[in-house]
């Protein structure tokens, strides 16, 4: 950890910048799986469906500099190479390919619901160990991957 004049215990402060980057390492994952399905979706509606991936994907990328600065602003370091998420990520592997656009659409829906689901636990285990401050970050997560759940899975037919 770095020096910072940051008044939480390094002892939390360390937890936090640990479940942060693991959220960060799967944050990277998302956004490069929401791109991959924006570039190879097919079918009927695909501007919207492009378009709407390509929105869902900023999202998410900003919340990657969220969660990555909050990780930074504790002291940590942000662990955000392409090989960490590799590594790190808990999402599933997204299925490479052209496929149409219910295909990529349950695939992303699979992916944002799962990341979701973490955050919302990352929620409790932050302010569990005393950092209410990156309890609140993933809270903020949660209720926007929420919101572009509902985009995404708003597409799948009935």
Known sequence: ??????????????????????????AIDL????????WNVRGPAFIAIHELFDKVADVVEDYSD????RAAALGGTAEGTIQVAIKRSFLEQYKL?????QAHIT???ASLAAFGDSAR????EAAAFGDQDTSD??????????????????????
């Open 107 to 109: 695939a992303v829906t």
């Open 121 to 124: 636990k990352a929620i409790d």
């Open 97 to 101: 390919g052209v496929a149409g656009e």
């Open 137 to 158: 970050v993933f809270t903020e997560v949660s209720r926007g991957i929420d919101k572009q759940l509902w985009l995404v899975e708003s597409h799948l037919k009935p």
């Open 31 to 38: 956004h490069a799986q929401v791109k991959q399905a924006h």
């Open 66 to 69: 969220t969660i990555a600065e």
């Open 1 to 26: 950890m770095y020096h910072t004049s940051n008044t939480l215990s390094e002892n939390i402060r360390s937890k936090s910048a640990e479940l942060l980057n693991r959220h960060l390492a799967a």
